[in-house]
């Protein structure tokens, strides 16, 4: 199943990309928002080959994705693939420069099951696809906003 969405934001692409690749920012983030993020590449800075263990709560259980940047290219995109045991997926952030100031961030995301449970999964998702839309472009939209902010105090530093 694959789900795209795109949102403008008033900052260039490099101060975005900075925003977006870093990681005491996005791992407070996780933190704040209950998950357990663990750096299974190493310390050093965000590059081709960083790798991620996440565990959150859903649903009443602990669920466990491991992710890995694919593709690193700065200030354009990034490509992250993932697992869990029901679940492979890839994220493809693309910032795309509409004028000086303005950036289009679009947002790919490709989930395909691993288990015959998961395909179930899948189709039921499938039938509410415009809900399951809906909730990716709101969710879009709050993360430009807080890139946006990140980025230009990040800019007056």
């Known amino acids: 199943m694959r789900l795209t ?7 260039t692409p490099e101060a975005l990309f900075a925003a977006m690749t870093d990681l005491d920012w996005i791992e407070g983030l996780a933190r704040r928002g209950g998950v357990r993020l663990e750096r299974l590449s190493g310390a050093g800075p965000m590059g081709r080959g960083s790798s ?3 565990v959150f709560r ?13 593709a690193h290219e700065p200030p354009r995109r990034l490509l992250l693939s993932g697992e869990t045991v029901s679940f492979s997926f890839l994220v493809e952030p693309t910032l795309i420069p509409l004028s000086r100031q ?3 961030l679009a947002l790919s995301v ?3 099951p691993l288990t015959f449970g998961a395909r179930v999964m899948i189709q039921t998702l499938k039938i509410g696809k415009s809900r399951l839309q809906q909730r ?11 890139l946006k ?9």
């Open 110 to 112: 490709e989930i395909k």
């Open 5 to 11: 969405s795109k949102t403008d934001i008033d900052a």
């Open 149 to 157: 902010e990140r980025a230009s105090r990040a800019g007056r530093a």
């Open 136 to 146: 990716l472009d709101r969710r879009l939209e709050t993360a430009g906003r807080m």
């Open 102 to 104: 303005v950036t289009r």
């Open 58 to 70: 859903l649903r009443g259980k602990d669920r466990t994705v491991v992710s890995r940047i694919e």
């Open 52 to 54: 991620w263990q996440a």
